[in-house]
């Protein structure tokens, strides 16, 4: 049989990153009936995998097994071309146990001025899994938006390296971005129409 989500499904966003819960939750657009994993108190599983689908993956099944519902996993990062695609998964690492994403930032900024800062391209990457409870099946799809960084960042909108980020073909950073703007265009969004044509 085909998998199918039904419009108005309850599925936990398995997410404990309040900046991921918020756009996905625009980007779905009142079609489920949502519950974050943090509403459920399910624990964050260690991030063991070493790309971005197989974190997904890992966090849908483990919170699908936890709460008994249909679970809707995000794992997202920065790649950076000069830096071999660093952060890339290791994204949220970079900004420490405190989440400063003005270190992480800084980190990026200082590792790129290390290489010259001739090459400044950079990409978004959001991987989405969904996993049905029971040791069910699981899909998963990657969207990925390329842009420039530049430095210092600009705008208090979005979250973690928004700042720093415009994507090609604009002017301004996902920092500086209405969220609705950004929601139209971002890896997030792009991996979800994915979704939608898989499984809606
Ligand atoms: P969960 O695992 O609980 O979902 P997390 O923040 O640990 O939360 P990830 O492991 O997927 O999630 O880390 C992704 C990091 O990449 C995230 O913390 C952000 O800093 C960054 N990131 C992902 N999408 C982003 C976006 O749209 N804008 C800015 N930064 C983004």
């Given amino acids: 049989m085909a998998l199918k989500l039904e419009p ?12 991921k819960a918020r756009e ?5 657009e009142n079609r489920f009936d949502l519950v974050t994993a943090g509403e459920l108190g399910l624990p964050e599983p260690e991030e063991t995998e070493t790309t971005f689908v197989g974190n997904a993956l890992l966090k849908a099944r483990a919170a699908a097994q936890a709460s008994g519902l249909i679970a809707l996993a995000d794992d997202s990062g920065l790649s950076v071309a000069a ?6 998964v290791y994204s949220a690492r970079w900004a420490g146990p405190d989440k400063d994403f003005g270190l992480a930032m800084a980190k990026v900024e200082e590792r790129l001025q ?15 899994a969904v996993a049905w409870p029971h040791e069910g099946p699981a899909l998963v799809v990657e969207g990925r938006v390329d842009g420039q960084l530049t ?7 979005g979250f973690g390296y928004d700042p720093i980020f415009t994507p090609d073909g604009g002017a301004l950073t996902f920092g500086e971005m209405e969220p609705a703007a950004k929601d ?17």
């Avoid at 996905?24 to 779905?28: N, R, S």
């Avoid at 430095?151 to 909108?157: A, K, M, N, T, W």
């Fill in 8 to 19: 108005g499904a309850r599925l936990v966003v398995a997410t404990h990153n309040p900046g």
């Fill in 24 to 28: 996905l939750a625009a980007i779905l």
């Fill in 83 to 88: 830096l071999d695609g660093a952060p890339g």
């Fill in 114 to 128: 290390a290489t010259g800062l001739e090459d400044c391209a950079a990409w978004f990457t959001c991987a989405l």
């Fill in 151 to 157: 430095f210092p960042g600009r705008g208090r909108r």
């Fill in 184 to 200: 139209a265009m971002s890896h997030r969004a792009r991996a979800f129409e994915k979704l939608k044509a898989a499984l809606l």
